[in-house]
């Protein structure tokens, strides 16, 4: 089959991992426009082969036999104001522009509501996958629209915010329409008149009862994370590897009979919300590992919990997928025998 794309073969995918850990792909491919796309979909069809889309590949594990498909890096670039007012602005951005650039771009402009995601890497398409979030704020609570190709019907689809099934961390993206969809460009709207979100304990705690301003609150995050060992430009890391708990209120009251220091969890627990997911609990995974299960720094072969930061997966330089599957494993059963 004649194509225009450069589609490679048996490419090593760790390179394009922050993790840096990963076997090859038996094809590759970089797309930036549609049509580019519609013949990388037809590629994989005619040669009976899975598509994976890989984005930024900061929030990936890529096994050691790597994968035996098509990946499709999707670069589709472009910001573009689709209608602004005193109040509002309302933005139509490409699926793989870097999101930290686009927050930087957007905290310049004084528009509010990405400001708590700075320093989250990867690139924009992951807004909408994931429904990314940090800090007490998540892209769910500014995304407007979806502009995505679907694979099943082979045409291109709008979604609008109701239709993305989002929740804690997760859309129909990445649960019931996982690998349907690919992500070309989204609409978010942001304030002209926000306020400061500093909900978050850490937040809270650097800055008290003084508001700061949007650069400002930008500058401690990227700070918090980059202290945390969240840089990976610095450490081989994808950072926040297990997620929060969301518990019934059941399962909270089970949790703080079994575990010590149930007090001090009762009283954090308040101080967090997850917007997307406001009917649970969150209870913060990285106080379950650290404080009760003493996990700092757990190593299984070449990959450790982060002394900083319990919660990141960290390659200490020659990790393996299947060491960090071990260590998921252990963590998670240490876990369970203490909660």
Known sequence: MKTTLDIQENIALAPYTTLKI?????????VDSEPQLIEAATFARAHSVPIFILGGGSNI?????????????????????IEENNNNVILRIGAGEVLDDVIAWTVKKGWWGLE???????????LAIQNVGAYGQEASQVIDSVEVYDLEAQLSKLKYQNECGFTYRHSRFNTSDKNRFIILRITIKLSKKGIPNISYKDLREYFGNRRPNQQELREVIIKIRTQKGQDPSV?????????????????FNKLLQR????????NLVRK??????????????????????KLKGFQVGGVKLSEKQVLNLVNTGNATAADCIRLFESVRNIV???T
Not at 245 to 251: A, C, D, G, V, Y
């Open 22 to 30: 990963g076997g090859p792909a038996r094809y590759f491919t970089t």
């Open 61 to 81: 594990l890529v096994a050691d036999r790597g994968f035996q498909g098509l990946i499709i890096r999707p670069l589709f670039k472009g910001r573009e104001i």
């Open 235 to 251: 450490v081989w890391t994808c950072g926040s590897f297990f997620s929060n708990f969301r518990l019934t209120n059941e399962e």
């Open 272 to 293: 967090i919300t997850a917007p997307s997911d406001e009917e649970k609990i969150k209870v913060p995974a990285a106080w379950i590992l650290d404080r009760i299960c």
């Open 116 to 126: 708590n995601l700075s320093f989250v890497p990867g690139l924009v398409g992951a």
């Open 336 to 338: 369970r025998k203490k």
């Open 259 to 266: 575990i010590e220091h149930a007090e001090e969890l009762n």
